[in-house]
C-alpha cells in the first residue's frame, strides 16, 4: 500500500497493551473488496513503526466498524491484548454505545429491537443446504433529540451483527440516515442538499471494557465529529 501520513491518527488512548482510535468516516479498517490501502491497519503500523510488530506479532484492531461509520475502534498491540480482545468481544461483549441520526418521529422515548438477522457471512453453499441462518440480534435505542423529520438516537447493542443497529433501525421503519446501502434513497438525497449530509450517520461514541493486563474498567469516549454536529445544527436539533 502507498504510505500514508501517521499524524492523520487520532488516538484516544494508549498504553503498552492496546490502543484506542477515532476512526474517521470513509476509512477502511483492512483491506478487501477493492481498497488497497490507507486503512485504519496502515495508519496504525506506521504510527507504530518499528513497535508494531514484537514477538511474531503486529499491532492489529480487536473488532471492526463499517467503513463509513466513525468513532471508536480498540487496536492490541500484544498477542495476549488481541486474545482477551477476541474473548470479550466473542462472549461478554464489552459495553458500545452509538449515535445514529434516523428519519421519522419514535414512537416512544425508548424501545428494544429483538429480531433476528440473517448471518451476514453465510455463503450461497451453506444456504442451499441449511437454509438462511438466522442469528439473534439485540440493539437498545433512546431518543437524544426528536424533531418532526428525524430523531437522534443512541443505540446500545446486546449482540454484535454485521451492520446490526443498520439494519434493525430500518426493519421498524426508521432507516438510518445517509445510509446508502439500506437507508431511504430519496431522503439521503434530499438532506444532503438542505443538512449537508454526505455519509452515514451513525457514530460509535463510547466503549466500555476490561482492561487486558489487569481487568480494571476503562471507558474510552469520542465526540460527534464536527461534520455530524453541523448536521445537527442545520436539522434544528442541536
Request: glycine share 8%; proline share 7%; net charge positive.
Amino acid at each position: 500500500p502507498p504510505p500514508v501520513d501517521p499524524s492523520r491518527l487520532v488516538i484516544l488512548l494508549e498504553d503498552d497493551w492496546m490502543m484506542a482510535v477515532d476512526k474517521p468516516s470513509g476509512m477502511a479498517v483492512h483491506t478487501g473488496s477493492g481498497i488497497t490501502g490507507g486503512t485504519l491497519v496502515d495508519y496504525v503500523r506506521a504510527y507504530l513503526g518499528p513497535k508494531a510488530t514484537r514477538n511474531d506479532f503486529t499491532a492489529s484492531p480487536a473488532h471492526r466498524l463499517d467503513r463509513e461509520t466513525s468513532g471508536v475502534i480498540l487496536v492490541a498491540k500484544r498477542r495476549p491484548a488481541m486474545v482477551h480482545f477476541t474473548e470479550i468481544f466473542t462472549n461478554g461483549h464489552p459495553k458500545k454505545r452509538y449515535l445514529a441520526l434516523v428519519k421519522g418521529k419514535m414512537p416512544k422515548d425508548s424501545g428494544v429491537i429483538d429480531l433476528p438477522l440473517a448471518e451476514h457471512q453465510q455463503t450461497a453453499e451453506s444456504k442451499s443446504r441449511r437454509g438462511v441462518n438466522m442469528q439473534a440480534a439485540v440493539t437498545r435505542w433512546k431518543v437524544v433529540r426528536q424533531s418532526s423529520e428525524a430523531a437522534l438516537l443512541s443505540c446500545t447493542i446486546e449482540t454484535g451483527r454485521t451492520h446490526q443497529i443498520r439494519r434493525h433501525l430500518v426493519a421498524v421503519g426508521h432507516p438510518v440516515v445517509g445510509d446508502k446501502k439500506y437507508g431511504d434513497f430519496a431522503l439521503n438525497r434530499d438532506v444532503r442538499a438542505r443538512w449537508g449530509l454526505k455519509r452515514l450517520f451513525l457514530h460509535a461514541e463510547r466503549i466500555e471494557f476490561p482492561h487486558p493486563e489487569d481487568g480494571r474498567k476503562v471507558v474510552v469516549e469520542t465526540p460527534l465529529p464536527p461534520e455530524l454536529t453541523d448536521v445537527l445544527k442545520r436539522a434544528a436539533l442541536l
